[in-house]
């Protein structure tokens, strides 16, 4: 009886050790899901979009990392920092990728990677600045407002910065508003003063240059981006991708394109960055017009044509493909147009021959986005090649009407055998096979536009 109380003891043991372990593989977890998943928010330094295209300093150093687990990434965006820990406490999401101080009350939430950074926090107020410029915290008194972002993480620098002041300010925690916002906040006047961190308060002073950040309030800390308790493997992945990112020197690199860059200014002052206007290139209102002819999302629309001609005029590939959308001289004549055609008749051919791919689809194929890849990888490489893909598939015991692992694959590999017994089929292709990478690419942009861009 005991044996047997003993053998029940280590069985329930050894389950509860299993499930542990297999909650923290974080690893195994993105690989089955197939991306991985991060957190950040959007402004004009972490995540943006620049003229069509998405970038920003902890995008770069999320697809790095992408990159290096070898995985596609998708981003969750919000001003929100509770949000984004509620996102990661519950798995919805594997990291999040922010410059978050390292902080006695953030290690009771997170687990941080290795350090990343050094900042001071800083008080942000106007140069000319009435009735009150502040020059000590003896300055401030309870008359006065601070303004910070609210952030579990920096509550203890918060609190150090009231200790310190000789007579309590008010200090309002603002929730649904980016660092940059306030900032910009600050410098139009709307409020007087706010907690900022210092690296990030220098690159917006060359912007807004009415701003004063010379009074440091707490001094250097700490920085890091963090996973949730059960994500051991992710967490020593991280560390390792960082490791190796210092000592090429990509990460430095990065942070100096960002940090240390007149660019950013440059990219502040533009029509076409969606922190500003939400203007995602000169095309925007055509573009939603014309996506209700064929059902897409208008931002869907507008990755394609990015993808195509980077929303400029007067392009002609090599293999003499023109317009924005790029398309080529027979398939222009039959849709509409020609070399005279404004923009708005370019964008309007480009989405009848959309429509007339759609048609030629087969009805089986009825999940609206497997429809929507069989349309854009018809568009790149010709609904000929898709169909045949089609027909292989099926050859092959593979689902013709689904296209992820299963069209896709027989499309990049189209040797006369079975492709998964001839693993070198890529090679067979001509110089002009541009497939692989098109619609993923499109798709990918797409969700970043979602992330960025209103409907």
Excluded at 23 to 50: H, M, P, S, V, W
Excluded at 342 to 348: D, F, G, H, I, R
Excluded at 371 to 383: C, H, P
């Amino acid at each position: 009886m005991g044996m047997v109380l003993l053998g029940i003891a280590f069985y329930i043991t050894w389950k509860i050790y299993y499930r542990v372990e297999e909650k923290q593989d974080a690893i195994k977890r993105i690989r089955e899901r197939g991306y991985l998943l991060a957190l950040t928010d959007r402004n004009t330094l972490n995540y943006f979009l620049y003229r069509g295209e998405p970038v920003g300093f902890q995008l770069d150093l999320l697809e790095s990392f992408a990159g290096y687990l070898g995985v596609p990434l998708k981003i969750i965006a919000s001003e929100d920092i509770s949000k984004l820990y509620y996102y990661l406490y519950y798995n919805v999401a594997d990291v999040i990728a922010l410059n978050l101080p390292v902080s006695s009350e953030g290690r009771r939430l997170v687990h941080y990677t290795k350090i990343m950074g050094e900042t001071r926090l800083i008080l942000l107020q106007r140069r000319d600045h009435t009735p009150k410029f502040i020059k000590t915290l003896e300055d401030i008194t309870k008359l006065d407002t601070v303004h910070a972002r609210r952030n579990e993480f920096m509550s203890p620098y918060y609190r150090s910065f009231l200790k310190q002041t000789a007579k309590r300010p008010s200090l309002i925690e603002d929730p649904d508003i980016s660092q940059e916002g306030l900032i910009r906040k600050v410098a139009e006047g709307k409020i007087n003063y706010m907690l900022c961190p210092e690296n990030t308060a220098m690159v917006y002073k060359r912007y807004y240059q009415n701003l004063d950040a010379s009074l440091v309030v707490f001094p250097l800390y700490a920085y890091a981006w963090c996973v949730n308790h059960n994500s051991d493997t992710l967490l020593m992945k991280l560390n390792e991708w960082l490791a190796i990112s210092r000592k090429s020197g990509e990460y430095k690199k990065t942070y100096l394109e960002y940090f240390a860059n007149q660019k950013i200014v440059n990219n502040m002052r533009s029509d076409y960055v969606t922190l500003r206007g939400n203007q995602l290139s000169p095309f925007d209102k055509e573009l939603r017009e014309l996506s209700l002819k064929i059902h897409w999302d208008w931002r869907l629309l507008a990755s394609l044509v990015y993808e195509e001609s980077n929303f400029h005029l007067g392009q002609v590939s090599s293999k003499s493909a023109s317009g924005l959308m790029q398309l080529m001289p027979a398939t222009a004549v039959k849709m509409g147009m020609d070399s005279v055609s404004t923009p708005v008749q370019q964008l309007a051919a480009g989405v009848r021959y959309i429509k007339h791919l759609d048609e030629q689809l087969p009805d089986e194929i009825t999940n609206p986005k497997d429809r929507i890849k069989f349309i854009l990888a018809a568009y790149n490489v010709g609904i000929g090649r898709v169909l045949l893909a089609r027909e292989k598939a099926q050859k092959f015991g593979k689902d013709p009407n689904r296209w992820d692992g299963n069209v896709e694959y027989y499309l990049l590999r189209r040797s006369k055998k079975d492709p998964y017994a001839k693993n070198d089929t890529l090679g067979d292709f001509t110089s002009d096979y541009t497939m692989e990478g098109f619609v993923d690419d499109i798709i990918s942009r797409y969700y970043h536009y979602k992330n960025n861009i209103p409907q």
